[in-house]
């Protein structure tokens, strides 16, 4: 039984069901920027993470875009979380289909 608990604490997907009201960040940023061209590395990240216990996982891709922005533009963990609110091709990077005004996975990152 507690096995199976274990198996099934696998990141939530994101939500594919289009927003009437908000315009997706694929139709208003340029994916031929490089972000967006890296950005389909996603597939071959979440075959290196196996599943575990514990507090359930954010999202591969979200973690490592965020640890990859953080040393290629020599950010602070508060400023890569700043200029990633700020910045759409960091959001459409690190697997958000809409633009967010919030950073709400951060406090888990923090702890």
Known sequence: ?????LQTMKPKTTNNHPDLFRSQLSQIINLSHPLCRLADLEGEIDQVYGNGCGHPALPTRLLAGLHYLKY???QSDEDVIDRWIENPYWQYFCGFEYLQHVASFASNIND
């Not at 039984?1 to 608990?5: R, S």
Request: charged letters at 25%; a neutral charge.
């Open 1 to 5: 039984m507690m096995l199976k608990t």
């Open 72 to 74: 290629t533009f020599d």
